[in-house]
Structures are given as structure tokens and as C-alpha cells.
């Protein structure tokens, strides 16, 4: 199973929204994918679940306080593409989480290795190909774990200047990591996200962007599309919300591009 942290050290990146829909991207296409959601915002888990996910039990926090294994909290996503196409050819299984996790941190903060909890729950299952996770947007110890578990990052990144600067400070952050806890670490991607075309500075840090890490930069562009943030509260990815929209779009040539890279490496 190869797993991506979903990861930059700012909200409203669309880092939710990019794990959910290249997830999602990914099962229509054929592979057998695991979402997790890191964030004791629970916010993945309601983009692929619903409300009925937040109530889920077992959750993350269980197992990374040790009072479940991974599969036992892992519940599959039945909606995960319009009705009106072909089933999809894959499959899509969400590890929850909900506000207890913010606990498990507190819980798990003494323990000797604490920051490898993750992987090890991770390394157990079997039967999945890949494996996204959602990070929270600040640098906490679940961040961390995500980041020492993963062997590829994803980091979504606003068209918007001060992106850029939260940019810069996480990769910094990427560093330590590689250089005290997981060496494997290496960027799999940067993904513009929220870009609209009409304004100037959008186009600019994109080039900026494509400038600084060369190579680095998906060529898709994530457009900036309601439809997106509508789907997280209809508990969809986009391509069961809205199918038809630019932010589907977008995201299904995202999901061509990834696995395209993924042959590459």
C-alpha cells in the first residue's frame, strides 16, 4: 500500500476537499483506496460519509489509543460516484475520525514512539493500494504522524500570495521530518488549488509556484467552483455531487495525472 499525506501548514488550502476527490478519483478508476481522515475536525470523514460518519465508533482515536485496530474502524463509502455512470471499478473505505481525537494527542504525547503509532496501525492492513491522508491545517503530533507514516506528500496550495509564505515555513518542516524521523519522505506533488482565472494574482503566484519547484507542480490546476465546497456538506465527492461541474473535471484529470506520476516513480 503506498501512502500520501495530504499536507500544508494552512487552512482553506482545499486539502479536505483534494483528499476526498483524488480518493474518490482514484476508486472510480480501478484501485482499491483508503482514506484517512487525521483531522479532529472530522471534516474528510463527513466529505465521504455524511453526518452519520461523525458518529462512528470506532474511530482514529481509538485506534491510536490502542483500544481498536485500524479495520475495525474502517467503513466503506458507498457514494462515491453518480448513479447515472457505471459503478465504479474500485472501492473506497474511510478511516473516521471526530472531535475525540484531539484527545488521542494528549493521550498518546508521553509514549516512547509515539509519532510512529500511525504507521504501525497503517502497516497492518492489507488489501488496499493506496492511501491518503488528511492532515489537520497546523503542526500537531497527528500531523507528524501522518508525515512519519507517509512515503509521498501531496500539498495543496491556494493561488493566493500568502500561500506562498505557509509554503516556504512547511518546507522546513518537511526537512526536520526527513531528516529525525523518516528519511522515505519526498514530495509527490504541489497542487494549485482555488484558482481563478479572471484574476491576475492568481495567475502570478501560479507561476511563481511552477518557478520555485520545478517539476514539482501538477500541470492540472484545481479552479476555484462552489460545487466543490457544496459536496462536503452533502457528504459526496464532487463526481456524485455534481458530475458535470468544472471542479468534477478537474479533479478527474488531477486523478489521470497522479496515477500517470505514480507510474514514474
Do not use: W
Not at 509515539?114 to 492532515?135: K, N, S, V
Amino acid at each position: 500500500m503506498r501512502i500520501y499525506a495530504v499536507a500544508i501548514q494552512k487552512g482553506g488550502t482545499g486539502k479536505t476537499a483534494t483528499t476526498a476527490n483524488l480518493a474518490a478519483g482514484l476508486a472510480i478508476a480501478g484501485g482499491r483506496v483508503l482514506a484517512v481522515d487525521a483531522d479532529p475536525q472530522g471534516h474528510l470523514t463527513q466529505h465521504l460519509l455524511g453526518k452519520a460518519g461523525a458518529a462512528a465508533r470506532p474511530s482514529l482515536y481509538e485506534v491510536l489509543t490502542g483500544k481498536a485496530k485500524a479495520a475495525e474502524a474502517i467503513i466503506q463509502a458507498e457514494r462515491i460516484q453518480s448513479p447515472r455512470r457505471k459503478p465504479a471499478a474500485g472501492s473506497l473505505a474511510v478511516l473516521p475520525a471526530n472531535g475525540d481525537l484531539a484527545a488521542a494527542e494528549l493521550e498518546i504525547a508521553d509514549l516512547p514512539g509515539r509519532e510512529r503509532i500511525l504507521a504501525g496501525a497503517l502497516a497492518e492492513l492489507r488489501g488496499y493500494d493506496t492511501c491518503l491522508i488528511d492532515c489537520p491545517p497546523s503542526l500537531t503530533l497527528l500531523t507528524v504522524a501522518a508525515l512519519t507514516a507517509a512515503a509521498g506528500l501531496i500539498i495543496p496550495v491556494q493561488t493566493e500570495p500568502l500561500a506562498l509564505f505557509s509554503l516556504r515555513l512547511f518546507m522546513e518542516t518537511i526537512d526536520k521530518i526527513k531528516r529525525n524521523l523518516n528519511p522515505r519522505l519526498e514530495i509527490f506533488g504541489i497542487v494549485a488549488t482555488r484558482f481563478d482565472g479572471r484574476r491576475r494574482v492568481n495567475h502570478e503566484v501560479l507561476e511563481r509556484l511552477r518557478e520555485h519547484f520545478p517539476g514539482q507542480v501538477f500541470k492540472t490546476v484545481i479552479r476555484e467552483n462552489v460545487s466543490i465546497a457544496e459536496a462536503i456538506g452533502h457528504g459526496r465527492p464532487i463526481f456524485a455531487y455534481r458530475a458535470g461541474s468544472h471542479g468534477a473535471a478537474d479533479y478527474a484529470t488531477l486523478t489521470r495525472e497522479f496515477m500517470k506520476r505514480e507510474k514514474t516513480k
